[in-house]
């Protein structure tokens, strides 16, 4: 992962605290805890309680190149990130854990883009480069075991990025 990315992550991590997204997630949970974050970056531990978030970047592609004023050479790049919902039924909640995965899904477009009536709450602030746009392009659910349920979300977050030469 390049320092543009970690960048990207670090933003995407940061708006995610700055959100209600951490609260909705451990309300499910079945017993409170310090010790786990809803969002984790690539993997999960193995203790995670549920429902949990594995977001992972799964392609980055250069779609223009540019000098700046200042004779820096920037970017502009669009990244793929997936956010990975994970569900199971909870004691007491009627849900199913795809309709679990759903609501929370929904949650997470809430803040960064892609829900029909809420305009996206997030805001993206890169440390090196700035961020033009993010565009919601997928999400569905996929049954990851006998309980479980995975809801991928897939988004496009366009960047402006410098490059050192």
Same mark, same amino acid.
């Given at each position: 992962m390049t320092v543009g990315m970690a960048d990207l992550h670090k933003a995407i991590t940061s708006a +995610? /605290?700055?959100?209600?997204?951490? @609260?909705? $997630?451990?309300a499910l949970w079945s017993a409170a805890s310090t010790e786990f974050f809803a969002l984790n970056d690539q993997d999960a531990p193995?203790? %995670?309680? $549920?429902p949990y978030v594995v977001? /992972? %970047?799964?392609?980055s592609n250069t779609i223009d190149r540019m000098s700046s004023c200042d004779?820096?050479? =920037?970017?502009? =790049?669009? @990244?793929?990130?997936? $956010?990975n919902i994970f569900a199971r039924e909870i004691d007491g909640d009627s849900r199913s854990s795809k309709a679990i995965a759903a609501y929370l899904a929904?949650?997470?477009?809430? @803040? $960064?883009?892609?829900?029909?009536t809420t305009?996206?709450?997030?805001?993206?602030?890169? /440390?090196?480069?700035?961020?033009?746009?993010?565009?919601?392009?997928?999400?569905?659910?996929?049954?990851? /075991?006998?309980d479980i349920c995975q +809801?991928?979300?897939?988004?496009?977050f366009r960047l402006d990025v410098p490059v050192a030469v």
């Open positions: +995610w /605290d700055a959100s209600t997204l951490e @609260v909705t $997630f451990n193995g203790n %995670q309680p $549920f977001m /992972d %970047q799964t392609n004779n820096r050479i =920037r970017e502009v =790049r669009d @990244v793929e990130v997936r $956010f929904e949650e997470i477009m809430k @803040v $960064f883009g892609g829900h029909p305009n996206p709450t997030g805001t993206i602030t890169l /440390d090196n480069g700035n961020h033009l746009i993010t565009t919601y392009q997928n999400g569905f659910g996929i049954k990851a /075991d006998e +809801w991928v979300l897939v988004y496009i």
